[in-house]
């Protein structure tokens, strides 16, 4: 088995790794991703870099639907390929409306060529942990990441299934934040571990945030809602409108929990602000949220425990619900569909659970006719709108009017490359409001919304962080190495290729692992591929 680490290198998007085996005749990729703001973006998003014949590969493993991972997998139809893809069902259901997007914003594919997209999700139970064989002699398993719904990593083992003749690999994805029992975000269950009774020969690892080790308070979700309600006390006194440019999938859905959270916390004190969500994509992703939320499966030792997939257990110790007792679990499931705008469907004891449940109801309204709301500012309310980057969609037109009002606040949410909208937003908030007067600088959404003066700017522009989907260099050594016993470390892998990352992160990342990995005695070799074309023999 051979490996090219096609992309990303040095780079953070653009996921596309090749195995093949010539004698074997295996040829297949885990994950195709389209590049983003790459000065390379063009010729990749074209399939002009691509080092293998779309259609000799076999098929694709998607370890989950961020366009970045998924975005090019309509193009290998395009071009020949006629395999599956093997992803869960949720990566699948999110996946396709991303695509749809992609299409809308000129990707080099159709709607036909998503159509033609083989989705398939393993049978066999156990889906996570279990083995699926892809192949004679070559075998898949998932484990989840809490990257996202339906995010997973893959391993693949290839050879006789006979000790000692096999060989496995596995493939990190987009790994998350939270690990079992420390679960800060809402919605996912924590990041899974993948293990067996020795290490994996390899690991290729992300490093996104390879160098970056997080404040505590940005791992608390105390603290995150401590921030939402200093937001939301501001609102309350001018009477303003709180904009939240947001991704359309995973942080739509992350605050309007939070907000949802905080004003049933107090619904005395925050319940006359309304919650409006401005985003045709998140509208479609929120039921897949819903459905994704009550899907349980048979796994543990013996296959006797029914845990659920994707819902994490600090949604029911934020509640003090009790994840074992059928009406918690549909009270639950209600309070999730009440976040989305969905009417509660269960029927339970409305006593159980803490006061924040029982004063649990929907806040949300779903926009439809933006232009007769976007002046309407006779009352406090919060925007939820796409995109998150505020380079276009429906935040731009909010942006275009409330940015000129000192009654209103623009909360910043995710990270934003410089060049964005956003990203000037964020270097404006450091400017004191008597110098933006000075500025001769434009806003401007080429045509998609009224372009805004900065002298004009009069709102007040911060950001709401702790919402990041990935994790820090702790998280990542903490899925490398991980404790058996009090006193007994393991590794997930005995060599380790890093990828998905720039050159600073790969390089503080792996100073960390060659540091960790000597005061816990567990040695690893650590590979940094230093370019595309390098290949790997994997025996």
Sequence with gaps: MKMQNVGPIGKVTGSCTWLFDEERKWSFLIDCGMQQGEFSEKDWNQGLCWPFKPSEIQFVILTHAHIDHCGLIPLLYKKGFKGRVICTNETAEIAQILLRDAVKLGA???????NSIIWTEPKKTPLLGGYHSVG???FLRFFR??????????????????????????FSGDLGPCVEDQEYLPFNRHTMIPSDKEPFNYAVIESTYGGLIRDASLTCHMSRHAKVKELLDKILLTKGTLLLPAFSLGR????????????????????????LLDSPTARKINPIFINAMQRTEVGGKGLKKVRPLWLGKQMFRWFDLDGSEPAHIDKMDDIIRQCFGFKPIHKYDPSIG???????????????NRAELINQSHKPRVVVASSGSCDGGAVAQWLSMILKSERNIVALTGYCSASSVGGQLHTLSEIETRELRRHNGVLSW????????????????????????????????????????SDDWRKTASKVFIQHGDDRNRDKLENAIIEFSIATDCPVKVVKPSNSNNIFDLG
């Design 252 to 275: 739509s859905q992350e605050l309007l929990f939070d907000l949802h959270w905080v004003i049933n916390s107090d619904p005395e004190k925050y319940g006359e602000i309304e919650i």
């Design 136 to 138: 004679k002699d070559l």
């Design 354 to 368: 803490n006061e924040t449940s029982k004063n649990w109801r929907c806040r949300l309204t779903l926009v439809d």
């Design 145 to 170: 990441t809490n990257h996202l719904i339906g995010a997973v990593s893959a391993v693949l083992y290839w050879g006789k299934p006979i000790v000692g003749q096999q060989k496995s690999i596995v």
């Design 446 to 485: 080429d045509g998609q919304a009224q372009d805004v003066k900065i002298r004009d700017i009069k709102a007040n522009i911060t950001s709401l962080q702790g919402y990041s989907g990935h994790a820090d260099q702790k998280g990542l050594l903490s899925w490398l190495f991980w404790k058996f016993k």
């Design 108 to 114: 080099a594919y159709s709607n036909a060529d998503i």
